[in-house]
């Protein structure tokens, strides 16, 4: 007896779907229908795997477009930074004329780079590179000497170039003469800053008289202002002598002396004050020196005793005095031999120095010593007893630093 064959529990193999003919539509069985819907599920498989197909490219694509973004930031990067460090960057100019006043200090040994990158930093140039070439086409030759510097934010290269070599772009000396130097020194550097011969400018001080300063002055000691000179190339050796006259005469001027007498009187104290002290005590000395000139004590007796005054005389700078050295009369500037002031002052003093004489402070002390000499830490008395004790603690001193007490 046969059976009927049932039919398979699934399709074994693939069944096309039957699409309906040109020339209409047929109808559907249920045989049909399933096959129909086998045939769904494989085009949504088909679509699922054309979907992932085209996902893992767009992940492809956007994994390369993302590492060429990076690639060319990275080189947009390096290039900015290498332009910035180049300078390639900036104009080589601003086009000037300049808004806020600024100015810069330019040191002794400061290199021109270092000064380029100070301008750059307060804004006065746009471009270190672009303001070096500019510097080299128009200085013609000339060196940015140390000072201070009147400048303006934003200048053309052209206008600052003209400020730091001077008026006219023309070459200048520049002379620096520190406080309370020896006329010796100060012609010296003098010499050394201009290049013209030493014997030139002790020529032109041979004759005090001619520079309007006071009959009592044998030389020009003390008159030589300190502090800094730009003189032309083309300045005489008297001429730069009559300037620094000029300008101590000034300064004395402006503090209400005016008698050419009067003026040596105050830049012999003031030259004392400025050896013995600092710019913290120069008044407190100032004080303390008149004291012992103008209203002497049983103890004094009128005489200063500075060393810095026999020093000068002997020409040497020690701080050790032998008690021969002390005793010799014949020293004009020994004021432990000889009473009051010495005949003339012992270097050129500063103003701070000029301006503590003229204003002294008004005190009791006859006594000072300094305890520590690189600190400038000075002790004052008003009797030997009391400052014996002070010059103890200088001579301690002295025995831990003998490099410092020469």
């Known amino acids: 007896m046969s059976h009927p064959v049932a039919p398979p529990s699934g399709p074994r193999r693939a069944r096309k779907r039957e699409e309906p003919s040109s020339s209409g539509s047929t109808a559907?069985?249920?045989?049909?229908?399933?096959?129909?819907?086998?045939?769904?599920?494989?085009?949504?498989?088909?679509?699922?795997?054309r979907r992932a197909r085209q996902r893992r490219a767009r992940k492809q694509l956007s994994v390369l477009l993302g590492a060429l973004?990076?690639?060319?930031?990275?080189?947009?990067?390096?290039?900015?930074?290498?332009?910035?460090?180049?300078?390639?960057?900036?104009?080589?100019?601003?086009?000037?004329?300049?808004e806020t006043p600024v100015s810069i200090e330019v040191k002794p040994g400061t290199g021109q780079s270092a000064v380029f990158a100070q301008l750059k930093d307060k804004d006065v140039i746009s471009s270190e590179t672009g303001f070096a070439r500019s510097f080299a086409q128009l200085s013609d030759g000339a060196?940015?000497?140390?000072?201070?510097?009147e400048l303006k934010t934003k200048m053309s290269n052209e206008e600052a170039v003209r400020v730091l070599v001077a008026k006219d772009l023309s070459k200048v000396f520049y002379v620096p003469v520190a406080g309370n130097s020896r006329i010796d020194d100060v012609l010296k550097t003098l010499s050394e800053s201009t290049r013209i011969?030493?014997?030139q400018f002790q020529d032109a001080v041979k004759d005090p008289s001619k520079y309007g300063v006071s009959s009592k002055a044998k030389t020009l000691e003390g008159y030589l202002a300190p502090g800094e000179y730009r003189f032309d190339v083309n300045t005489k050796?008297?001429?730069?002598?009559r300037q620094m006259v000029d300008r101590q005469k000034s300064t004395l001027s402006q503090q209400?002396?005016?008698?050419?007498?009067?003026?040596y009187l105050i830049l012999t104290k003031a030259s004392i004050v400025e050896a013995e002290g600092n710019p913290k005590n120069y008044s407190v000395i100032a004080g303390a020196l008149n004291n012992r000139v103008d209203r002497p004590n049983k103890d004094t007796g009128g005489f200063i005793n500075s060393d810095a005054t026999v020093t000068y005389g002997l020409k040497s700078r020690t701080l050790h005095l032998s008690e021969e050295q002390k005793k010799d009369k014949k020293n004009p500037y020994n004021t432990y031999a000889n009473k009051g002031l010495p005949v003339g002052p012992i270097g050129s003093p500063e103003k701070a120095a000029i301006t503590a004489t003229v204003h002294p402070d008004k005190n009791d002390y006859y006594y000072w010593v300094t305890v520590n000499i690189k600190t400038g830490e000075t002790l004052y008395a008003r009797t030997y007893e009391e400052h014996q004790v002070n010059e103890k603690k200088y001579q301690q001193y002295c025995e831990e630093h003998p490099d410092v007490c020469q």
Do not use: C, H, W
Not at 143 to 149: A, E, L
């Open 28 to 49: 559907a069985t249920p045989a049909a229908e399933r096959a129909e819907e086998r045939g769904l599920t494989l085009r949504e498989r088909k679509l699922a795997a």
């Open 69 to 98: 973004l990076v690639f060319a930031l990275v080189i947009t990067l390096i290039t900015v930074g290498l332009r910035q460090l180049l300078g390639m960057n900036e104009p080589d100019s601003y086009p000037g004329p300049g």
């Open 143 to 149: 060196q940015i000497q140390p000072g201070r510097y």
């Open 197 to 199: 011969s030493l014997s």
């Open 237 to 241: 050796p008297e001429d730069m002598i």
């Open 256 to 263: 209400g002396v005016t008698d050419p007498d009067q003026q």
